[in-house]
């Protein structure tokens, strides 16, 4: 059995705190499992011995007859007795449990500390767990409702995966009043074991699913959450989630200008940027997307043609379904003639395709038949305002008739109140989703359409002197977490992997400056080297095109003035010096990484130079990158249009560029214990790249 089939096809379930009182939660659970005609054994166990709901109850587990132990406990008893109930389902040899009770970590410190208590016998007792904290789980192909919420769930292919029972109460009563079913619906709560990650795998492979609606509010292992999403997508399963809250990122914990750039929600984008998945940012479109995904209707495109008898939707709706990254199909031109020949000669000629406010239902369905035949439309939707002469449910058949001789989608939205509602009940159960605007209508068609990207499984060759590398690993496991490396230390780190960098010269005094930068030739750059002034630029610490050994002392004298007067406890000041980089046609850009807590690393690219906050131009992907990650990265970018030729300027050396950054990729992860990373400005042009400065924290 896979080792999540006990809580999905159990044969046996125990109701761990089954009551007699009507109003708890142990008798909701078992009057559940019940009235969903659960064909397995039900064990009702209750320290009072006697009957429930006609069912012999146990006094504990002990009791429970037979040889084979229970395939599922679901705990429903008071915080405080969890851990007992739990070691008993260990000595009983019970793999798994659905732990409703409340008052764990979100109740304080003694919360804490008995979910640290339950996690350790989960452990000890290899037993996997689903929640706690959470509504529970239903399997309607299973006749397994063990929940305290809302019976009579029917069978479906779409799963709900959420943390918030609230959210599943709410989508599985809007579920019942559209006649929409579930092959699974898991509540798991506080997600202390069985996680979304583990959720997402078991149903990529389950032959009842056919998509997968998640509403998530923490992660707990990114890794796991981010196979789980590659594994539905891999088996074509679509997923739809909506991500609320948010969680503490490394990249505001890290003080450089990536960190400053990423936020939480940039990051998690990244993360399920993967084909198959969307993101969706509200409950409403989560009952649009349950609705849409029950349908088990697909489009090949995203092209959509629009019949309407009103001009002001079909416009309103031109615009929204741009919002949505919807096209509006160009019709053919076969199809112009065809509805030229049986529409009034008033008709908008184009799509929308606007039949006039006294369009009848013939013209309705002539317009229909000419559309779906249409090669260059993916699916239809049907906009109708009730004006005086409307046959409101003569035009919704012929609406259902079209559907039911079409290969594509045909979407409806009859906009208005009592006028329209006997129209709307007809499309019930019909194969036409029917909407309440067109909005939602056009949300429910983008999540028809098919992701057509292709899943990246690159491997990328990694080359590099291996001494060089082991050495800057002994560098970093050197200093103590939370130091940020010089930045000749940093470009030691890039320059071990291969990364081109400037040539730097630590220098210690303004003497040792002038002498260093005349034998290395004018002009130069001088810059502090110390981690407390990691970002230089800032604190004035960085002089350009230094042409004489005079400048470089003068400016040295200064910089040293500037350190000491911003801390005076410091004695000695540190600089570097270096030739002054030139490129004719250079242009600054920025690569940086963060580390997330969840997700790991984070790689941004954008552009760079002083200004690098305000341009705010970054895009991001996980690590590991690949090139085609990478080409995809740069494209999302304002820097992927300034390195292509314009002008007077040749195109910048973009296999240079991919190199560097699948290079950037290799270090952090050789090198997990890097925090954060900027290479800022680096300076691509036609003839490379080239990292000018580094920061590397641990």
């Not at 399997?139 to 709900?160: E, W, Y």
């Not at 709706?317 to 112009?336: H, M, N």
């Not at 395709?353 to 699916?379: F, H, K, P």
Request: proline content about 4%; aromatic content about 6%.
């Amino acid at each position: 059995m896979n080792t999540l089939d006990g809580f999905f096809k159990p044969t046996s379930v125990a109701v761990i705190g089954a009551s007699s009182r009507v109003e708890s939660v142990g008798y909701q659970i078992l009057n559940n499992i019940l009235k969903a005609k659960f064909a397995g054994s039900v064990y009702p166990v209750n320290h009072k011995a006697g009957t429930i709901l006609g069912q012999k109850t146990y006094a504990s587990l002990i009791g429970i007859p037979g040889s084979k132990p229970v395939d599922l406990a679901v705990i429903a008893i008071p915080s405080i007795g969890v851990p007992d109930a739990l070691h008993q389902c260990g000595m009983h040899g019970i793999k798994n449990a659905v732990i409703i009770t409340a008052g764990f970590s979100e109740a304080g410190e003694s919360g804490k500390l008995l979910q640290q208590e339950i996690n350790t016998l989960a452990a000890w007792y290899n037993i996997r767990f689903i929640g706690p904290n959470c509504l529970g789980v239903i399997r309607p192909g299973s006749k397994l409702n063990a929940t305290f919420g809302d019976s009579g769930i029917a069978d479906g292919s779409v799963a709900l995966l959420s943390q918030s029972g609230a959210v599943c109460t709410a989508l599985l009563d809007y579920a019942k009043t559209e006649q929409i079913g579930f092959s699974s619906v898991v509540s798991l709560g506080a997600a202390d074991n069985v996680d979304f990650g583990e959720l997402l795998s078991y149903h990529a492979t389950d032959s009842k699913t056919t998509s997968v609606v998640l509403y998530v509010e923490s992660i707990r292992d990114g890794a796991g959450f981010i196979e789980g999403l590659k594994a539905c997508a891999k088996t074509g399963k679509k997923v739809i989630l909506v991500k609320s809250g948010r969680s503490e990122t490394g990249g505001k914990a890290a003080a450089s200008h990536t960190g400053a750039m990423v936020s939480d929600e940039k990051v998690f984008d990244a993360a399920i940027d993967i084909h198959g998945v969307t993101r969706i940012y509200s409950i409403h479109e989560l009952f649009t997307a349950i609705k849409a995904l029950a349908s088990k209707q697909s489009a090949n495109g995203n092209r959509l043609a629009i019949i309407t008898n009103a001009g002001g939707p079909g416009v309103m709706s031109t615009d929204y379904a741009e919002d949505k990254g919807v096209r509006l199909a160009e019709l053919d031109i076969a199809s112009i003639d065809a509805l030229n020949r049986s529409l009034p000669a008033a008709w908008s000629h184009s799509n929308p395709i606007d039949v006039l406010g006294d369009a009848t239902s013939t013209r309705y369905q002539q317009a229909l038949e000419v559309v779906t035949q249409d090669a260059n439309v993916d699916a239809v939707l049907v906009l109708l305002t009730p004006q005086s002469g409307t046959d409101v449910e003569q035009i919704a058949k012929s609406v259902i008739v079209a559907a039911k001789v079409s290969d594509i989608p045909i979407l409806a939205s009859f906009i208005g109140g009592k006028r329209v509602e006997a129209g709307k009940q007809l499309f019930t159960g019909t194969g036409v989703l029917h909407f309440d605007t067109p909005e939602e209508a056009i949300d429910a068609f983008s999540f028809m359409v098919a992701d057509k990207r292709v899943q990246d499984n690159k491997a990328t060759t990694r080359v590099y002197d291996t001494d060089a590398v082991q050495a800057a690993s002994e560098l970093i496991e050197s200093v103590p977490t939370g130091t940020v490396l010089t930045t000749d230390d940093s470009k030691t780190i890039l320059n071990a992997f291969g990364i081109p960098v400037t040539k730097t010269i630590a220098v210690t005094g303004p003497t040792n400056a002038a002498e260093v930068a005349d034998e290395i030739g004018f002009p130069v750059v001088l810059k502090v080297n110390m981690s407390e002034f990691s970002h230089k630029s800032d604190a004035n610490c960085v002089r350009l095109n230094l042409k004489t050994c005079d400048e470089v002392y003068r400016n040295f004298i200064e910089i040293e003035a500037i350190v000491k007067g911003l801390q005076p406890e410091i004695t000695a000041v540190h600089c570097t010096i270096e030739k002054m980089f030139k490129a004719s046609h250079g242009r600054e850009l920025m690569v940086g990484v963060v580390k997330d807590p969840v997700f790991n690393h984070v790689i941004s690219f954008g552009l760079g130079g002083v200004t690098v906050e305000i341009m705010q131009d970054s895009a991001l992907e996980m690590a590991p990158l690949t090139v085609d990650k990478i080409e995809n990265m740069i494209a999302k970018t304002k820097a992927g249009k300034y390195l292509k030729a314009f002008r007077n300027m040749p195109e910048a050396n973009m296999p240079a560029l991919v190199d560097v950054l699948l290079r950037v990729s290799h270090l952090v992860e050789e090198i997990p214990a890097i925090k954060s990373l900027d290479i800022n400005p680096l300076v691509a042009d036609e003839n490379g790249v080239m990292s000018l400065d580094a920061r590397i924290e641990v």
